[in-house]
Each structure stands twice: as C-alpha cells, then as structure tokens.
C-alpha cells in the first residue's frame, strides 16, 4: 500500500511539474507583451523607460526557462507573487477565497452522492418499472440543463416565490443549499444512471448464486455483494466530476454571490494578471490531483487488483 | 422512446440549424433593434415573446442567438477531431518515443479540470468567441486523441490486419481501409455526447462575459443581461435558458441513440 502511494504521489508531482512549466510558457509566449500589460493594471503611462524597467523588474528580459525556474522557486515555498491588478500577494489572495469555493464543491458531492447513489440503486433494483423510468427521463433533463441557468431557477421557485431560502450570499447553513444544488445536478445525473446500471451488472453476477446457497439473507447479499462491488465504477466517475465540480462551482457563484474564487479568476482574466493567472490554474489543478489521489487510495482500498497491481 | 429518438433529435437540430442560417429572413425585428419606449413588454401580438430592458424583441434575439452557439459548437467539433485524429493516429502508428511524448502531453491537458484550464486559456488569448472556442477545443482534444491512439493500436495487431500488411498494403492503406471506418462510429458517438457539453461550456463561458461582447444576440450573455431584471421580467432569463436546455436535450438524445447503434457494449441492455 505504501508502495503503491510513493509511485502515485511521485507520478502526480512529476505532472504538476511539467503543467505549470507548459502554462507558464503559454502565458509568456501567448498574445501580447506582459511588460504592457503590468503598467496598465500598475496604471503606469507605458514609456520606453518605464516598460524597459518593467522588464527588468520583472525578470521578462531573462531566458524563459530561468523565469520559470524563479517562479518555481518561489512556489516551492508558497510564494506566488504579488497580483499585478491588486498588488497583493497571491497566495494570500487564493488562501482568502478558494475556501468558499471547496466547501461549495464539497457540498455539492455531497448532493451527488446523497442523490445519486440510492436513487441509482432504487431505479436498478426497480428496473423497467416507473421508478427507473421516472429517475431515466429527470437524469436525461438534469445532465441537459446549464448550471447557471438552473441557479436562476431555484432562486426563483425557493427564494422569490417560496421565499424558504435566501437567494444570495454566504450567511448561515442554509444559504449553502441553493448553489450546491445548481452545482451538483449534472453530475448527481450522471451519477445516478451509472450506479444504476453498475448495479445491474453486480446483478448478474455468478457468485451471487453462490451466496445464495450459502444462505445468506438477500438483505446482506445485496448490501456486501451487490452494493459494494457495484461502487468502484461510480467512484472512478466522482474522481472525474471533481474538476467538473470545481468549474460548475466558479460559474455559480457568480449568480448567487457566493464569495468564491470564481469571481477573482474573473477579474484576473479580464485583466491578464500573469501571477493570479498563473497562481489560480495552479492551485485548482493541484485540488483536482489531490482529489484524485485520495479517489484512487479508496479505489486501492476497495479493490485489491488495484493495489497489487494486477490486470483487473 | 427509443424509436422516436433519431427523429426527435434530429427535428430539433434541424430546425435549431435553419432558425440560425435563415435568422435575417425569419426573425420578425432586427436583434440589436432597440425601442425604449415599450422597454420589459409583455408577449404581444407585435412581440411574440415581449422585449427586453432596451426595447428589443426577445423572439429576434433568441433566433439570432442560435447562431453565434451552433457556429461556436460546430467549430469545436471541427478542431477537436482534426487534432485529436491528427495526434491519436501519429502516435498509434509512429510508436515508439513519440508516442510515448504524445501521451504525456494528452495527461498533461487531462490533469486540469476542463473549465479551469478553458479559463486559464482565454486568460492568455483574450476574451472573445474565437477564443472562447480556441479554449474549449483545447481542454478536449486530449480525450479524443486517447481513443484514436486506443483505436489504431489495437487495431493495428489484429490478424487480418497483419494479412493485409503483407499482402501489401500500405500504412496510409490500412488506415483508410480498416482503421478508418470503426473510428468514424466510435468518434461519431464520442463527439455527439459531447456536442451538449461543449454547448453548456460555451453558454456558461459567454454567460460570464467572456465570449461575444454584449450588444451581440447570444443565449449566455442575454441570460447574464436580464439579471438585473430578474424579479420584474423573469421569461428574460427563462426563455434563452431554455433555449440552451433544448439544444443541449437535442445534441444529448442523438448522442444517445448514436450509442446505442454503434457501441452495444455500452448501451443500456435490451429489456
């Protein structure tokens, strides 16, 4: 098991390594001088000497790759840089709202799950009966339905017309209920019919002949063989959801004001803020791969294939 | 419901496609057209869907609309099998360390979250469709040219592969003889599911103004307008939210019957 972690975590970091330096090169190579772009948001009048400074200050007049190895340098002890358009430093900034925006994803796998998981089980235990109907054509909806558009919806039938929950805002447990919803329902979706039809497919299996012979009672069957086995599908597919969350979660904010990260990003890409740019890509890719990572040890757990190694 | 399916699907998109090509002739007004003195109306009988908070005709704008998101999700559809088949098929039959590079760059792009790394893109290229296009194409791509590479590799080593080889045909041969026409049915599957989301990826980057700038008729940025109206006129947000759901609903139910078609190992089993 110890082995199995080192080989994941040493292939993970030797990935992040290779992203950021590819990000890092596209954001120097792509549209535009960056020198430009610092005296705007420094609102600096854009003079020979003052982008010549620039330059220089900002290390832009050295080879790429010892730019890079500056930068990796210094985010190698949590330093980022300063925001070009607020002046403060980045991983303070990130530090400041990337918070709202994990408990928002957080919250949000949670819907997936508390939806997803029995209401997949329900439709596959009740196949071709209206249960399984009813759950196909709502997954079918739900999976087609933009996330933004569904917050607007919510906030109409629970806030302005039910008036149950508030409408914007971070205060108290309930304002959360809302955005987790408009950011959960694709993946719950998604989610539901693959627990469905990974359930079905535990089904059939030839073993469950045997654990019925054994006299096992259909409650334990179902339980420890049917359900067990049937998650490993279903949590590979969360491992995936995780980034779709997080992007969901960005664009949601925006319409329920949730203080989240999405909105900086916003700013810092209107503005082409090179060290927030550089800083946000970095720090949601490392949740997503840490994510992974903790989805791939309950992968190893529940499956030994996996963790040994093996052809599945 | 499964019969009805293809037939379904492909009204809607026939109908999404000819609403955007003919959208000069069939929409009743101008979709930058404004009249502020009969701002927020009501469906009308001159208005078939009210105006919205500058006086324009909300059934204009959701005809134009259908362009700039049909043309947008045609052009990823484009660039992403281009590249995907481009790369997949180099790598499956060049081998060696080029695939090997290939394959770590495809992690590379998969390691970030789609819409993260469709953000961080348009913050490198600038706001605009273009790029808002240029961004999602190159956060999929890197699936597409997995399966390609799959597809070639495992394809390449099959028995009557190998025959055809050494009766002489050639690499470009086999690849347009044997490899060709299964990937043609697994990526028409793979891309029509895909169709709906890359629709949802465009609507919600435009929704957050990063696509066509606003004066322009364009779901996303039309439901993103109407915010302030919300509570007085709510069918502004409604209606081209719908708009997106059915063309999404459109994009998801072929997808789905595609599936079904080419790829039984897939599909929902018969009952």
Known sequence: MLYFLARRIAGLLLLLLVVSFVFFAMLRLGRGDPALDYLRLAQIPPTEAALAAARESLGLDRPLVEQYLTWLDHALRFDLGRSWYTSRPVTQEIAHYLPATLQLAAAAVLVMLLVGVPFGIWAALRRDRWPDNATRILAFIGVSVPNFWLAFLLVLLFSVTLGW?????????T??????????????????????????GALGEPHLRFARARGLARRTILGRHVVLNAMVPPMTMLGLHVGELLGGAMVVETVFAWPGIGRWALLAIQNRDYPALQGFVLAMTTVFVLCNLVIDLLHAWLDPRVRLGLPA | MNRIRIPLAVTLIVVLVLAAILAPWIAPYAPDETDLANRLQS?????????DHLGRDLL?????????????????????LTIGCAVGITAGLVGGWVDAFLMRVCEGFMTVPTLVLALFMIGALGTGLVNVVVAITLSHWAYYARLVRATTISLRNIDYVVAARLAGLTRFGVMRRHVMPILAGQLAVLASLDLGHWMLHVAGLSFLGLGL????????????????FFRVAPMLILLP?????????????????????FDPAMATPPS
């Open chain 1, 165 to 173: 929950l508030p409408a914007i805002g971070r205060d108290g447990p």
């Open chain 1, 175 to 200: 304002s959360i209920i809302l955005p987790a919803i408009a950011t959960a329902a694709m993946s719950a979706c998604v989610m539901l019919r693959l627990v469905r039809t990974s359930v079905l």
């Open chain 2, 43 to 51: 469906p009308s009988t001159t208005h078939w869907l009210g105006t």
């Open chain 2, 60 to 80: 204009s704008r959701l005809i134009w609309g259908a362009r700039a998101s049909l043309a947008a999700v045609a052009a990823i559809l484009a660039l992403v």
């Open chain 2, 213 to 228: 700038a606003p004066p322009a008729p364009e779901w996303g940025i039309m439901i993103n307008d109407a915010r302030p």
């Open chain 2, 241 to 261: 939210g719908a708009a997106i759901l059915l063309t999404v609903l459109a994009f998801n139910l072929l997808g789905d019957a595609l599936r079904d078609r």
